[in-house]
Each structure stands twice: as structure tokens, then as C-alpha cells.
């Protein structure tokens, strides 16, 4: 049975964010909603927030000497950006002042969220001028940005990114199609991979997508390490009508009472995953707020 286009619920499409100035509320009401927001702006709407505000230095904190060292100008500058991205993104997410999150990096080098992030998901992927955060509350969250018309091959090994239905629908698509929904998958497979963080990444190397019977994205055949602990959320957006954004999410699994006071009474806490840049792929064809407040004010509406 072929399914139906599926139309992605609104409440995904990512939050388009022109500066420091935000509005960050709309980030925290999405978290409220639904425990996520995937953000997405260009570092040259953030360049004059890192070419003139004094604050530079202690927003970015331990990153400065990298920031500092960074060559040639542009990369130093869209280094900048990705940090108060990530910075701003977090500071809505739990309505605390952006200048006092810390951001750290995790074996691999992938940055991540110290201090009051506890417990703060976050993913970070660049590509061209787009920056895309993903940010969650209730699970791991995996982000990747691809060009719209970067060209990818068909030719993927059996058992990996696409499962045998989708594959086979893949086949009888005409080429243009095929490549674009092709390239979906690929920013997908990108994101997931992402969310499952480096340790379940290496034990997960090979898999694929299918989708139900509502056109929805879902992983395909027996669930992996790392799948069964809560629902997978699949979703890819064009952003300005250049980059493909790719979004994986997995809300936990909510856990019994009883549970959960077992968890407490040990002194249980989650940790945070780490926050990863794009890797690359094998294919290839920011008014200014001062950085004492997250920009989360007194309009945000209320649950």
C-alpha cells in the first residue's frame, strides 16, 4: 500500500530566529507543548552581536582562546555565532540568564552544556550560512542541515538509511524526486545518529527507515540499542527554501511513580548528551539583549 502524503504537524516546523533579540518566548512555549524546538538562523544575522557587543568575551567564556585562534576571519566568526546560538537556545530553554551557561565538549570533542544545562538536550549542525539547534527537554535530540540540492547517490548498501519498502519506493520515483527524497532520508539518518550520541552510534551502524501508514518516517525492522527506551520522532523541513533540516527526537519513556521515587531516593539524576556539530557526510556532489537575561519576559504565555 502506497501511504498518504503525511503533512509534519506545525509544531515542528523549526523556529526561525534573526538575532539575539529573539523572540526567544516562542522557543520556550514549544518546549512547554511539546518538550522540544529546533531553531534556525544564519551567522550573518548574529555578525554584528559578535562584531559589537563588549560582552563577547565573557559570553563565550572558555571558548574565547579558540575564538581567538580561529583562522581564517570567517570561521572565527561563524564559530562565534554557533556558540551564542547554542548559548541563547539553552538560556530559553531553561529561562536562566544566556551568561551563565558554560559550554564544555565531550570525548569526541562535541560540545555540550555545563552547570544548570543538567539534564538540557541539545544538537547543533551548520551548513553553508544556516545554523540549525535543536534543543529538548524530554529526551535526546538530534539535528543536521544539508544543502537542498546537494547530490546523493542511490547507491546506499542494503540495510543501511533506507529499509526494504522504502527502498523499493525509492526505485519507482522519478530521478528528481528520488535524489530529494533520498537526500531527506540522508539528513535523517544524519540526525539520529546525532541524538544516540557516540557510544550507541558505534553499536548502531546499520540502519534504516520505512515509513507507516501515514507517510511518517519511522525506523525500520526490530527495534536497536537505544530505541526501545522511548518514541522516535522523524521530521525534515525546507528552510529558506536552500537547506533541508533534519530532526530526530526521543521523548523518554515515562516511568512509574514508584519508579521514579526509587530513582530520587538513590540520587538518580540524567545527564546531559552532548551537543555535536555536523560531521561530514561520505557523499558531496542574529535590538541586542544584554546577555543578563535569556529573553524569555513577562509576554510568554502560560500553559
Known amino acids: 500500500m502506497v501511504p498518504a502524503r503525511y503533512r509534519p504537524d506545525p509544531i515542528d516546523v523549526p523556529l526561525h530566529i534573526a538575532g539575539p533579540e529573539g523572540p526567544w518566548d516562542e522557543v520556550g512555549d514549544r518546549l512547554d507543548d511539546v518538550g522540544r524546538a529546533v531553531v534556525c538562523t544564519t551567522w550573518g544575522q548574529w555578525l554584528a552581536a559578535v562584531l559589537l557587543d563588549p560582552a563577547l568575551r565573557p559570553l563565550l567564556g572558555s571558548d574565547w582562546p579558540r575564538y581567538r585562534q580561529t583562522a581564517p576571519a570567517a570561521g572565527r566568526m561563524r564559530f562565534a555565532v554557533s556558540r551564542l546560538v547554542v548559548k541563547h537556545c539553552a538560556a530559553a530553554a531553561l529561562d536562566v540568564p544566556v551568561d551563565s551557561l558554560e559550554l564544555g565538549y565531550g ?120 530505541d526501545a527506551a522511548g518514541e522516535w520522532t522523524f521530521t525534515t523541513h525546507l528552510v529558506q527554501e536552500r537547506y533541508l533540516v533534519g530532526a530526530a527526537h526521543r521523548r523518554r519513556a515515562v516511568l512509574p511513580a514508584a519508579v521514579r521515587e526509587a530513582q530520587v531516593d538513590t540520587g538518580s539524576r540524567s545527564a546531559a548528551v552532548p551537543l555535536e556539530e555536523r560531521r561530514p557526510g561520505p557523499v558531496d556532489h542574529l535590538r541586542f539583549l544584554r546577555p543578563g537575561t535569556s529573553g524569555r519576559g513577562e509576554g510568554r504565555r502560560t500553559p
Open 107 to 226: 570525548p569526541g570533542g562535541q560540545p555540550l552544556v555545563r552547570g544548570a544545562g543538567e539534564g538540557l538536550e541539545v544538537s547543533l549542525a551548520h551548513t553553508g550560512e544556516l545554523i540549525a539547534v535543536g534543543v529538548s527537554r524530554t529526551g535526546p535530540i538530534g539535528v543536521d542541515a544539508q544543502a537542498a540540492d546537494r547530490d546523493v547517490s542511490f547507491e546506499v548498501p542494503p540495510g543501511q538509511l533506507c529499509g526494504v519498502e522504502e527502498r523499493a519506493a525509492l526505485a519507482a520515483l522519478p530521478e528528481g524526486e528520488r535524489r530529494a527524497r533520498l537526500l531527506g532520508l540522508w539528513t535523517l539518518e544524519e540526525a539520529y545518529a546525532k541524538a544516540l550520541g557516540p557510544g550507541l552510534r558505534r553499536r548502531s551502524s546499520a540502519f534504516g527507515f520505512d515509513r507507516d501508514e501515514r507517510g511518517r518516517v519511522v525506523l525500520a525492522g526490530a527495534p536497536r540499542e537505544g
